[in-house]
Every structure is written in C-alpha cells, then in structure tokens.
C-alpha cells in the first residue's frame, strides 16, 4: 500500500476558528482521515506546511508512521520545530493511524495496546462566552449540567491577557466562580482555565481566594515559558496545577516532570505529534504520578475521535475536553461523530478512527478570515 494523495479541507464553522481537516489517500482506495490543530490568523499557514509535506508522503507506506513523524522533524525540519510545523504533522499522522485500522479491520485503541476503560469521561467547554455578568454564568452552568455533564470549564478573568491585574479583575474572578459552585451545586466539578496570563503573585492569591469553591483545577495560571514559575504556584495552592497545551512533543514535556511544575498535563493531539506521540508524552507522565487530560480546541469529529482512542489506552487518563459551541456544526459535516451523553463518550467499536466526514458538506463551510482581533487598543 502506498500513499497516492494528501488532501486539505479548511472548514469555518461561523464561531471560533476554522477546522482543518486532512485526508490521506493510498493506491488501495482506503483512506483516513485527520485534524491540524489551528489558530486564527495562522490557518492557512498550517495548511501550507501540509502540502509542502505531500511531496514526501506520496509513495510513503502508510503504516510506516513512526518513520514519518521521525523523519518530518529530523530532515524535512531539520530539527526546528514550531506551532504550524506540529500542527501539520499531527494532522497527517492520525490519517495515517485511521487508514491502518480501517485495513486491519480493528479501532485504532486496539492497536495500540488495548482499552483500559470502555467509556471517557469529558468536561464541557464553550457554553460560557456571552455570560456577562456572574449572574448568567451560573445560569448557563445550570444549563449544561442539565445536559448530563458533571464537570464544566471556563476562563473567569475579564479583560486582555495580561501578567498584571487589578484588584478589581481578581474580584470579578473569583465572584464567577462563587457563582457557578452556587449555582451548580457540590457535586459538580469546576476547571478554572487561566490562559498563561498571570504573574505568580497573582496567580496563588487569586487560587487562594477560590479555594473554598474547590474547583477541580487551576489550568496555566503563568506563562509556560518558564517552568520553575509553574513550579513555585503548584507548591504555593492546594489546587491540582495544568498545563501542557501549548507544549508539543516528549521534549517539550521532559522539563515539565523533572520541575514537578504541573499535577496534570493537557496536551493537544492535534499540535503535540499526533496519536503515538500523546501516548508517549502519557507513559513519560506515568511514572511521575502525573495525569493526564488531552486538550480538544479541535472540531467535534476527527480531534475528537482520535482523543478518545488515545485516551482508552492511558492508565492515567483524568478526563477529556469536549467544546458545546462546535457540537452542532461537527454534526453536519461528520457520520455519526462521537458524542457526549452524562458526560461520558463510549469508545467506538468501527474500524479506524470510527468518524467519517463529508466532504461535500466540508465544500459548503469553506475558509473565511474572522474579523480582525482588537489587540492594538491594548495597551502593556
């Protein structure tokens, strides 16, 4: 079997950001499906690093997938990785992933190991954008515990991501996430994402001050560039620390245990390597007592489902990140995607990756820009 074609669909589904999805395609009419991760502005940035990987891929054995992504970062790279070069390798690994399932006729958990779990449970994220007071936050909240969830994320910092703020900002803070614990009640777990934006002093007083609503986590309270900051907030709380979103590969992890800088990491399969590689960055966790909740910014398809594959596998799998506002638009461009129900999804049982997309519904949500950002009014 041999690699014939390299396809790129870039989907906007109206909120967010565009989707990228990649199609792989052999001589033996089996293909597989796979998503970049994406950020705006830099989408299509992404997709290039895509297509100049084609030229190398057509004629590649798709089972050869550890060759590949080894090959892509030490020659095709040489050795200079960055966010659009492990977005595009991710992408096209997990196509490669569901062509070898779909030809051995088994789910791509069972390759790699086999499950330790039947069903994976997810937190709700993107059902609290509009929330402008704390007020709607907690109505909100009560809505989606509605919905069978019984963990749900939110960023509760107002204004730009800045490593300084005020007092007032760190009150409004904390008064969201009184609100939400009050209004979905003690059972319910609550992840607090920060977004790499706080200065230690800020990051430890604010979770002092949350820590009566006992929130499951405190995600990327300080930049993650400097990792002995991370370290001195985990130490300074008694919240479980996250981080790992924007750090891509094994070596990009290697600090983070060695630093005892996080109780959990979130790696991303659609920017870290891939499928093969979060399970590496997973069992490099293990023996540190670290665990493990893949980040998911991705679409509700073929992000989704590779998640979930990989995260079968893990002993120590926490919990998986599942975006409300991309349900409904995932649900029209895929077959029969994956979807939550009492906050668990149950593994798949088809062969590949499970998801199939549409491509003629992909043609009808084509690329758009999204309206320019309003940065330049910030000021440091």
Not at 15 to 26: D, Q, R, S
Not at 164 to 178: F, N, P, S, W
Request: with cysteine; net charge neutral; glycine share 8%.
């Amino acid at each position: 079997m041999k690699i014939t074609k390299v396809k790129t669909f870039i989907v906007h589904p109206g909120v967010g950001k565009n989707w990228l999805f990649v199609k792989v395609e052999t001589d033996e009419g089996i293909h597989g499906w796979g998503e970049a991760y994406t950020q705006a502005d830099r989408d299509t940035a992404i997709e290039a690093h895509i297509h100049k990987l084609e030229r190398y891929l057509v004629g590649w054995n798709p089972f050869e997938i550890k060759r590949f992504t080894h090959m892509a970062y030490e020659d095709w790279a040489t050795k200079r990785g960055g966010i659009d070069f492990f977005c595009a390798v991710s992408g096209v690994e997990q196509a490669l992933w569901d062509i070898v399932g779909k030809t051995l006729d088994q789910p791509v958990y069972n390759l790699l190991g086999g499950p330790c779990r039947d069903r994976i449970r997810v937190y709700a994220n993107g059902w609290s954008t509009r929330a402008a007071t704390p007020q709607e936050l907690g109505e909100r909240a009560r809505e989606v515990v509605k919905k069978g969830f019984t963990a749900l994320k939110f960023d509760p910092f107002p204004g730009p991501w800045r490593l300084y703020i005020t007092r007032e900002e760190e009150l409004q803070a904390i008064g969201k996430v009184k609100a939400v614990r009050e209004a979905v009640g003690p059972t319910v777990d609550i992840l607090v994402e920060v977004h790499r934006r706080l200065a230690p002093m800020h990051a430890i007083r604010v979770a002092h001050a949350m820590e009566v609503y006992r929130p499951f986590w405190y995600e990327e309270p300080v930049p993650r560039e400097n990792l002995e900051a991370l370290a001195e907030v985990r130490r300074g709380i008694s919240i479980p620390v996250v981080t790992g979103e924007c750090i891509y590969t094994k070596a990009g992890f290697r600090r983070v245990f060695e630093t005892r800088a996080a109780d959990i990491i979130n790696p991303d399969i659609c920017n870290t390597g891939g499928i093969l590689e979060l399970k590496e960055i997973a069992a490099m966790a293990e023996p540190h007592y670290v665990a493990v909740s893949p980040h998911n910014y991705n679409s509700m398809t073929i992000g989704l489902a590779a998640s979930v594959h990989t995260s079968a596998v893990m002993t120590n799998f926490l919990i998986l990140e599942y975006f409300l506002n991309f349900e409904a638009m995932s649900g029209e461009i895929a077959v029969e995607p994956l979807r939550a129900k009492q906050g668990f999804i149950r593994l798949p049982k088809t062969p590949g990756l499970g998801v199939e997309l549409k491509e003629e519904a992909l043609a009808r949500y084509h690329y758009q820009e999204f309206p320019k950002r309003s940065i330049a009014r910030y000021l440091v």
